[in-house]
């Protein structure tokens, strides 16, 4: 079969998640077994993939699914017992004495604060501690999981302690002969280094707009208005919180390492802007402070099945503050020390789980379950029961465990299909072919060539959006990003510049992955919902991920050139287009449903 037809081949089994998904709206409980068949079916029949390699990849696909499951609840379960506790009410009331405005609220939370928690354990462990959270404070669950997925960016190539970088794109690129002997004098370690800076730098310059576009998306979506411009209205409380992260996450990837931009930079910038917010700096007026609709106005859709439960209130004495917080602080701390002190490290990855060579294909299925995120979420949990005094609130933990498993189950169902779909499509090389994902790639560069550097990040993207990890992406495309850029005759230099834009895109297309969204909804009660997530999501990833590629032809070409304008006149087009952009028709449904009660009261 020619290259065409095995793309579109390759296409098919993406196509069809999206089309079910987004377009058609299905919930990935009933999309994602027909898009496991489907690409079985076509790694089977076309691809000459092995039964055991299915198998094999089918029952990796299954372990992680089971991993994502426990950081789910692990979640789950801390914000439960926050709210058995009453500890919800004192962090209720901490933000609104910070910013009563839930734009600000939003950008502290979710960029900030996701940002600290994804430098610290990655894994989609940011939105399912986010988006709990935005609800708990009052925020629709469908507005909640769809700013907390979208911080799911910026930070992500440093996450984890740095594992996209240190092990994901030295991992693909590591030992092969093709980048060894491009690279001359230059040792593999700085050429690495080369890599990590230039992704910093490239998210650096994208993520400044990120905490904007979380505000427009906010108030166009889900504020009185249904437009951006009302969102776009605090830019420079957004454009202070975005540097107050990026540069310091620049300098420490610079001068520091990559394993502590993303988890230092959140800090920093919750050090800086937490007081600045506190002090007034770049508030809105009282009157142009915004804030939800009252619940009777709120669409269906945007509701959970946690959303009433967040509301639950604990009589008795208020909680200190920092009681209240410590649980998240505790969680924080234990997952900071389970990934950079090597002893702690040790004793959690002591016990592990293994099957060699599964239905004899030659594939390790394994995990640490103590050392997922998830168990340290149910350790800080444990721990709040005995620092709250929950004994004296007789059968109050147990309901936190209750409502914990009763969410679990609604959400398990879709990723035990979606992520063995996703290793089922990265595992599918056989004999005759390379797998569909590297088929994809190579088909795009045959077909534009000379603007590669352009398409690198949708690549990258492609790749997490397919194995639910910026790591998984880098270790898959690096070296073909490498190989591309040199077919193209870029040097060394520009394939340093295209595989970062390869991470860059890699780390952007956590937005939209399929076990991300599902994982993230089901921590705020939204099952079947992941259609009108990924919808909203769409927004800032086009933005970042053509950005990124009118930043790498720039970046790849010589001196200040006519990429850097374009990237400027995409960028400001981008911005007036999603300003003037608002819901007509909601606003006359409005104005309509007025006339009516107005009749009526007459």
Known sequence: MGLGLLCLLALLPILVVFSLIVFLNWSAAKAMPIALVLTIAV??????????????????????????????????????????SGALQTIRQSFVSISP???????????????????AAGFGTPAAIAAPLLVAIGFPALAAVSVALIIQSTPVSFGAIGLPILLGVTTGLEGQESVLSALNNQSFSEYIYTIGVQVALTHGIIGVLIPLLMAGILTRFFGKSRSFAEGFKIWKFAVFASLSFVVPYYLIASFLGFEFPSLLGGAIGLLIVVPAARAGWFQPKESEVFDFEERSKWEPEWIGELQDASKKEIQGKSMNLFKAWFPYVLAALLLVTSRSIAGFENVLTQFSITFENVFGSGMTVDTQPFHVPGFLFVVASVATYFIHNMSARKG????????????????????????????????????????????????????????????????????????????????????????????????PSGAAVVVALQA???????????????????????????????????????????????????????????????????????????YKNKDKNYNSHVHYDNEVKSESAK
């Open 43 to 84: 790694a089977m029949g076309f691809w000459g993939t092995e039964g055991s390699q299915i198998g094999g990849a089918v029952a990796t696909g299954i372990m992680s699914a089971l991993e994502m499951l426990l950081v789910v609840f692990g979640a789950i379960l801390l914000l439960n017992t926050l709210k058995e």
């Open 504 to 578: 860059v895109g890699g780390a952007a297309g956590n937005m939209i992955t399929v076990h991300n969204v599902v994982a993230a909804a089901a921590t705020v009660g939204l099952f079947g919902k992941e259609g009108l997530i990924m919808r909203k999501t769409l927004i800032p990833l086009v933005y970042y991920l053509i950005t990124a590629g009118l930043l790498g032809m720039a970046f790849t070409s010589p001196g200040f050139n006519l990429w850097y304008v374009v990237a400027i006149v995409f960028v400001t087009a981008y911005l007036l287009i999603l």
């Open 101 to 119: 405005d839930r734009r600000i609220q939003a950008i502290i939370i979710a960029w900030l604060f996701g940002s600290f928690i994804e430098g």
């Open 396 to 491: 109050a933990y147990k309901q936190a465990w209750t409502s914990s498993l009763n969410t679990l189950a609604g959400v398990a169902f879709a990723l035990l299909f979606a992520v063995p779909m996703a290793q089922v499509f990265i595992n599918s090389g056989s004999e005759m072919y390379a797998s569909m994902p590297l088929m994809l790639a190579e088909g795009a560069a045959s077909i534009v060539g000379q603007f590669w550097p352009f398409v690198a990040p949708f690549i990258g993207a492609l790749g997490a959006f397919l194995g639910g990890s910026n790591t998984v992406s880098n270790m898959m495309f690096s070296l073909f990003q490498f190989g591309s850029a040199e077919g193209i005759g870029l040097g």
